[in-house]
């Protein structure tokens, strides 16, 4: 099948994913009639808004269909929470390109890092029963492994409370997870980093408590804590201590997937949109990034955070440690998720980002509003974060609305001076090139158009990248900077 007419039929399937999910999928209508409910969601289809816009331009709502084709994403699912209830929740495209297996409200995708929160809450909970404390060194309760002692951790000790905000000073950031028919380690091994692992050993490189760094690794260790304090499986412990006290009859933290589970599961694609090599990857890592799980199920999870913030619930958490998780520490970091915003404009939100899948889940705290977005694709996340702007300007969001920019006018001599090959890493090069009156950047099989600020800085309209080109004293391009930080040196 070639690319054109697989695309014809991913989209022409999204349209019928679309269909299905209007029977399967509406939970509730919160006092308005379903054709209300219909029009709201068609208006969010067919709305989706990208990252900037243009000062002075109309704002053009985009197809779902569309943006599906555009950022080579085969499937996508959405649960949108509205006066603290789930709302809506629905499928769209299919669970593996070329395939006809629609994506349902209960199809199942990696959660990736979203599996951190719903994973910090079963800690939260021991904390409440009195087996663990937020402020008591990790080391006082591991058996199976302890974090190595240096002279970083003399005077300071590596926390729960600290894992959880990543502030322990725990090294590895994330995991790549392990392709299908590769040694899986132990979770021992991967905190180690001795083989088969695939990253580095955890171990501590900043003083503990001192500053914000997202540690992947950190929630390895509450892992392996949770482990050793209860005596049972990861996945068990899971099931029986959050999924099934939040409604969570969807979600599983069993890796390998299992045998009843995978039937309903959605297939991994890469950038371009091929399947990924056994359709998923395999997470020993389960805490930071093990569970498999649908939109609905993860809206239930944070509308069980809402409410007990509030003090209507205690399923999940008390009051008062639902109220600790969502306060922000440093680096607007609460306790498994960040919180920005104060009184009604309070938001928790957590990314997800494994081999094949790209997930978002956004939450207010106290106005009960939300959404999450699961995707089958590496190309999924700008497309998550089109749907949640739609979804916020429908729903009245008070914030998450389109960034503004003005447009600057260039002579093509100058655009023409920026085209060349850029080189961030060596395995990672950006080629830059003159189409007509802008710029365009492709990288690892995704293509950017650039659109002017100034002289040298450069915007996109479908993603929050920027992009600032660096002469010498000479007026040579010598590199081009990426969202402030990330240098590429001009190589041709």
Not at 131 to 156: F, G, H, Q, Y
Not at 269 to 289: C, K, L, N, Q
Not at 451 to 469: A, K, N, Q
Request: net charge positive.
């Amino acid at each position: 099948m070639t690319t054109m007419v697989r695309l014809r039929t991913v989209r022409a399937l999204a349209a019928l994913a679309a269909c299905v999910g209007a029977t399967l999928s509406v939970t509730a209508g919160q006092g308005r009639g379903s054709d209300t409910l219909e029009e709201r969601i068609r208006r969010v289809e067919n709305g989706l808004l990208p990252a900037v816009v243009i000062k002075g331009e109309p704002l053009t709502g985009l197809k779902l269909a569309d943006r599906m084709d555009r950022h080579k994403t085969p499937g996508v699912s959405i649960a949108v929470i509205d006066d603290g209830a789930l709302d809506w929740a629905r499928g769209y495209g299919v669970r593996e390109t070329g395939g006809t297996d629609v994506v349902t409200p209960r199809t199942l995708f990696q959660a990736a890092s979203i599996s951190k929160p719903v994973a910090a809450v079963a800690a939260l909970r021991l904390v409440e029963a009195g087996r663990l404390e937020l402020d008591a060194e990790v080391n006082a309760k591991l058996v199976s492994w302890k974090v190595p002692d240096n002279d970083l951790t003399k005077e300071r000790k590596v926390t729960l409370g600290g894992v959880l905000s990543h502030t322990a000073g725990l090294t590895v950031h994330g995991y790549p997870g392990y392709a299908a028919n590769r040694p899986v380690p132990t979770l021992v091994q991967v905190l180690e980093g001795v083989s088969p692992s695939n990253t580095a050993p955890t171990r501590v490189d900043i003083v503990p408590g001192g500053r914000w760094r997202y540690a992947g690794g950190g929630f390895s260790v509450m892992q392996q804590l949770l482990i050793d304090v209860t005596g049972q499986p990861f996945p068990e412990l899971m099931r029986e201590t959050v999924l099934r006290q939040a409604g969570m009859s969807d979600s599983t933290y069993e890796q390998p997937l299992g045998a009843q589970w995978r039937t309903r599961a959605a297939a991994g694609h890469d950038a371009r949109g091929t399947v990924i090599e056994g359709r998923s990857h395999t997470y020993p890592e389960m805490a930071a990034a093990g569970l498999w799980t649908t939109p609905s199920d993860l809206a239930r999870f944070a509308i069980e955070l809402q409410q007990a913030a509030a003090g209507r619930s205690n399923r999940l958490l008390s009051s008062a440690m639902a109220k600790r998780m969502l306060t922000p520490g440093i680096g607007d970091w609460g306790l498994g998720l960040q919180v920005r915003g104060s009184g009604q404009t309070t938001r928790f939100s957590h990314g997800g980002a494994n081999a094949g899948f790209r997930a978002t889940l956004v939450a207010y705290a106290e106005a009960g509003r939300g959404a999450v977005v699961l995707t089958n694709s590496d190309s999924g996340g700008a497309l998550a974060e089109e749907i949640l702007r739609g979804i916020a300007r429908e729903y009245g969001w008070p914030d998450y609305a389109p960034r503004e920019k003005i447009l600057a006018t260039l002579d093509t001599g100058v655009l023409d001076a920026y085209a060349g090959v850029y080189e961030l890493r060596p395995a990672l090069r950006i080629t830059v090139s003159r189409e007509a009156s802008t710029l365009v950047a492709e990288a690892d099989g995704q293509r950017f158009e650039l659109r002017p600020e100034s002289e040298t800085s450069f915007f996109t309209l479908t993603s929050p990248l920027e992009v600032r080109f660096v002469k010498d004293a000479a007026g040579r391009v010598t590199h081009l900077v990426l969202n402030g930080d990330a240098q590429a040196r001009r190589i041709r």
